[in-house]
Structures are given as C-alpha cells and as structure tokens.
C-alpha cells in the first residue's frame, strides 16, 4: 500500500499569513493526488485534484502543485473559513489512502 | 439536486452485521464508480471499498476484506455497504461518495455505525 505522510500535523496561523502543507508520497504517483478540506460537523470538500486542479467553486487562494512522491497545498492569504483539517489522498493505486490529515488552527 | 444520502447507521453489537445504504440523486448514477470513506472517532479519513460504474468490480481495504461486501441496483440509483463481523474498531462515521474520475468529487453527509456491547 502506499503510505502518505502530511506535514505538519497540525498548524496555528493567523488571518492573512500565507500557509503551505507537504505531502510526501511513499513511491512516486504521478500527480494522482488530492487535497480535501474537512470542518467540524461538516462533510469534506475536495479543493485540488490531480496534484493542481483547482475544484470549480473553490477560492483561487487555493492551490497545488507537486509529482512524484511530494506535492504541496498553498493557502495564499487565510481567510477564517479556512481553519480545518486537511487531508491529501492518492488515486494511482487501490487502496486509496489518506495522508493524517492537518490541523489549522488559529493563532 | 446533486446530493448522496446515506442511511443504516445505528448501534450494532460486536460480530453483528449492518447494512447501509446511498440514495443517489439528480445525476447519472451507472456512469459513476462509489467508494464508502469512514472516519473513527478523533482520526483521520479512511478509505473502505469502490465498487465500479457496472458493479462488476469491487475493491476493499485490507482492514474490511472477507467482512464487508460493496453492492449496487443501478435501477434504484443505490449503493449498499453490508458490513458483517462488526469489531468496535468499526466504529465510524461512513460516508458515501462518488468517483469524480480520481478524486471525490461528491460525498453524503455520512452515517454513524456505533460498534459496542
């Protein structure tokens, strides 16, 4: 299976900074790789797919990038809806699997 | 309009069996492919099972192999997860959601399987 390995695991920021999550990969996928935003209560929401996509709707404050085995998820300047968890999940190989998810919280 | 909505969540005694269900609607169902996703209690999302736009193929993850079985009625726009041998470790908030190509395009707002003697 492949393992994906998010970080930090958690975060503490504050409106406006400019906030960057890593995702490494165990073996190279590709750019089969997602990032999901997921709030208390709520159901998660994919923001980027395939490595760079942004997902029609979400804020172009969002982005992606990244192949292989390390991918990066950028929040450009924070807006207070942005604090929740975030998970990067691969698509190149069933099982699909999550990375731990992190934590944005604010400072 | 677009929505999965899932249900058959409950309280359920370990090594008892569940089924739960995913009403899709205002989309066409048979082009798509369904995963069942849980999240335990205070951790992360976990992938469970997909099952393919024809139901001809079905994947699981190794933690519910030979104990869950994914299902599909096309006619009924529904996904099914039977789910026997419950362990506590079962417990979980289970969504349904669609296959986007790649991604998780749409997810229903979920359903609790609370696994305790």
């Known amino acids: 299976d492949i393992q994906m390995t998010q970080s930090p695991s958690s975060l503490s920021a504050s409106v406006g900074d400019r906030v960057t999550i890593t995702c490494r990969a165990s073996q190279s996928i590709s750019t089969h790789l997602n990032w999901y935003q997921h709030k208390p209560g709520k159901v998660p929401e994919v923001l980027i797919y395939v490595a760079s996509n942004l997902q029609s709707g979400v804020p172009s404050r969002f982005s992606g990038s990244g192949s292989g085995t390390d991918f990066t998820l950028t929040i450009s300047s924070l807006q207070p809806e942005d604090f929740a968890t975030y998970y990067c999940q691969q698509s190149y190989n069933i099982p699909y699997t999550f990375g731990q998810g992190t934590k944005l919280e604010i400072k | ?117």
């Open chain 2, 1 to 117: 309009q677009v929505q999965l909505v899932e249900s058959g969540g409950g309280v359920v005694q370990p090594g008892r069996s569940l089924r739960l269900s995913c009403a899709a609607s205002e989309f066409t169902f048979s082009n798509y492919a369904f995963h069942w996703v849980r999240q335990a209690p205070g951790k992360g999302l976990e992938w469970v099972a997909i099952i393919s736009y024809e139901g001809k193929n079905k994947y699981y993850a190794d933690s519910v192999k030979g104990r869950f079985t994914i299902s599909r009625d096309n006619s009924k726009n529904m996904v099914y997860l039977q789910m026997n041998g419950l362990r506590t470790e079962d417990t979980a908030v289970y969504y349904c959601t669609r296959d986007g190509s790649w991604y998780f395009d749409l997810w229903g707002r979920g359903t609790l399987v609370t696994v305790s003697s």
